[in-house]
């Protein structure tokens, strides 16, 4: 794929950049470094098949100055999430950093180990743990702790412990309460949509270059393995709640509706440890993310951080998380908190200040800005999260998508609303000149707006779709965020080479057969293509003879609906299986092993007939 250089603007923008930043500020390399005991003999970390899953060498191009083609701020950040291996962040505790995009902690206790957040896949977690092992020998793992409910801070876990460990009372797994719950429903209402989402923030098919991926902010990238599960046999319902593993006292904080629905800090009084999970990293982080989510609350966030400055904050002497490096240091630890809980909260309140005097989202995003104490913290630099799509997601969060203009109430589509703004300046070639204007006058976003009208009204037009995947490069090379700089380029790539779909899809078999009856049926029913349905009236029961459940799900309307209560032979058919056999069913093996089948086997057909699953290779850049 051919690939322009930076625009003199851009350039421009870079070297003003340089002058502003404090780039003479080496502290978060020395820390970044400090403790470094060694990485993999093998960078290349492969699967089963001898699938690489993780290759932190394909990223060993970020070093020296920044190119010209990525934001130097950026750069230097990508250069600090690459430094991997085992680090000692205190006698008796350790990271494993850079081998995959979150961080995997050990706490050593009387005999044994406990182990924080166990990374995304099994493969890494696996590698993980034997790094920590070949420097400090083969120690049991007690205990297993999960900070939070997202993905990569749990789905190692087969790698490192088996389900026998728990059941049989070797190896305790402590969660947060409610962990279980939104550890697996978040990716089951709007799974195929966020994945074929993350393609574009996590820059799946990019090239790892200094014209392509640089990494994502938070870390370099996701793994590409096989992510696991395993129940937590501890659920953490309190703060202040302590625990003793293998002689290691952990005192609990809740902090749930922060950066996940499930989340916990914890404090370990034998190292002055501070564990303050993914609510304090060196970047801001996601109030919505771009794969797309719920959104999250800063009020909260900044709440539980000042909370933990109260509890904790005279106690510590090492801040370790789930992402990046520690910080050392009383003064260091506070001073640290402080920005991070002063960010969360100073973005909350300005922008309902901002919201209360009549502002909209897209307008406080153009208005807002950091105070100078803040803005001069790389800390609060927007790698991951961005200040611009943060603002717009708490504008979301408090009054939705309507800014109350009524002539945005009811607009046209974006296919139809492009084809009558073409029309009425002029038609394509008309608006791929004002966007050439644009485009030379460095004018980025306008000549992106312009041009996403014209690959919407005329999808083959070459030359609209040629310039429009220029200006997102340019956009791309200037970006200061990483997920905005992948979204730019996979727009880009797009245009030029065609929908590439979702081209990693993490196998989770594991985590499916954590979900619950009632998570089942969800995703069945948001499946029912409404008006292929909507003369339809079903009736069937389904008993979970492994669970000892009966649901009684019914369509009508095109809407299904489930409720559970014991058979009464009224449904027009009654299916007995167990939970795995259901999954099969779902995944789309009809026969008669394992299911037995009272009535009209009919129904099932019928229901099955009317189902549509997502479509993982929809487009985003065009119709």
């Known amino acids: 794929m051919q690939q322009n250089d930076p625009s ?74 690459l430094k991997n291996g085992l680090f000692e962040v205190a006698d008796g505790l350790y990271q494993v ?56 801070h749990f789905g190692g876990v087969l790698g490192i412990i088996s389900a026998e460990d728990v059941t049989e009372g070797r190896v305790q797994v402590i969660a947060p309460s409610g962990f279980l719950e939104h550890a697996i429903s978040e990716n089951v209402y709007a799974g195929t949509a966020m994945a074929r989402r993350a393609g574009y923030m996590y820059g799946a098919v990019l090239d790892r270059s200094p014209k392509g991926q640089v990494g994502a902010g938070l870390g370099l990238t996701l793994s590409t393995g096989e992510t696991t599960l395993l129940v937590p046999s501890l659920d953490v319902g309190a703060t202040g709640e302590t625990h003793t593993i293998d002689g290691v006292d952990i005192e609990f904080q809740m902090a749930p509706n922060t950066e996940a629905p499930s989340e916990m800090h914890f404090y370990v009084p034998r190292y002055n440890a501070l564990c303050m999970a993914e609510n304090a990293t060196h970047n801001l982080h996601n109030l919505l993310t771009l794969r797309g989510a719920l959104v999250r609350d800063p009020h909260e966030w900044s709440r539980y951080l000042n909370e933990a400055i109260e509890r904790y904050g005279d106690k510590a002497d090492v801040l370790f998380t789930s992402h990046h490096w520690p910080t050392w240091g009383k003064d260091n630890i506070l001073h640290f908190l402080r920005v991070q809980r002063d960010l969360y909260g100073y973005l909350h309140d300005q922008t309902l200040r901002l919201l209360n005097q009549g502002l909209t989202g897209a307008e406080i995003a153009e208005e807002i800005t950091l105070p100078p104490s803040l803005e001069k913290e790389w800390s609060t630099h927007g790698y991951y999260g961005s200040v611009s799509h943060n603002v717009k997601a708490i504008y979301q969060r408090y009054l939705g998508w309507f800014d109350g203009n009524p002539a945005r109430l009811w607009p046209h589509p974006p ?92 196998s989770a078999p594991a985590v499916l057969a954590q979900l619950t009856p009632e998570q089942l049926l969800d995703s069945i029913a948001i499946t029912v293509n409404g008006p292929k349905a909507w003369d339809l009236d079903l009736s069937l029961d389904i008993t979970f003879s492994d669970l000892h459940r009966s649901f009684n799900v019914a369509l009508s309307n095109g809407a299904l609906i489930y409720t559970e209560k014991e058979p009464t032979g009224e449904a027009q058919l009654h299916l007995t299986l167990t939970k795995p056999r259901f999954l099969a069913l779902l995944g789309g093996d009809t026969s008669a092993e394992g299911l037995t089948v009272d009535g009209d086997g009919g129904v099932l057909a019928t229901l099955t007939g009317v189902l549509e699953p997502g479509d993982p290779d929809f487009n985003i850049v065009l119709p």
């Not at 404090?22 to 993999?40: H, M, V």
């Open 8 to 81: 003199g603007s851009v350039r421009e923008a870079h070297r003003t950049l340089s002058e502003h930043l404090p780039f003479d500020d080496t502290t978060d390399f020395d820390n970044a470094e400090r403790g470094w005991l060694g990485s993999l003999d093998d960078s290349a970390i492969q699967n089963e098949a001898g699938d690489v899953v993780w290759d932190a060498s394909t990223f060993a191009f970020l070093d020296g100055d920044a190119p010209e083609s990525v934001n130097p701020s950026l750069w230097r950040q990508g250069k600090l999430v």
């Open 97 to 152: 950093r850079g081998l995959d995009l979150s961080v995997m902690s050990f706490i050593e206790g009387d005999t044994g180990v406990i182990i924080v957040d166990p990374l995304l896949t099994k493969e890494t977690g696996a590698a993980a743990l034997s790094l920590y092992r070949k420097h400090r020998g083969d120690r049991p793992i007690h205990a297993v702790i999960f900070t939070h409910s997202h993905l990569d």
């Open 415 to 506: 296919k139809q609303q492009a084809e009558r703004y073409v029309k009425a300046l002029g038609g394509t070639d008309r608006v791929v000149e004002l966007a050439q204007d644009a485009y030379d006058e460095g004018d980025y976003r306008w000549a992106a707006t312009l041009l996403d009208h014209a690959v919407f009204a005329e999808p083959d037009n070459a030359s609209a779709k040629g310039l429009y995947a220029d200006t997102l490069e340019q956009l791309a090379y200037g970006s200061e965020n990483a997920t905005w700089r992948n979204f730019f380029l996979s727009g880009a790539t797009e245009l030029r080479d065609g929908n590439f779909g979702t081209p990693t899809t993490a």
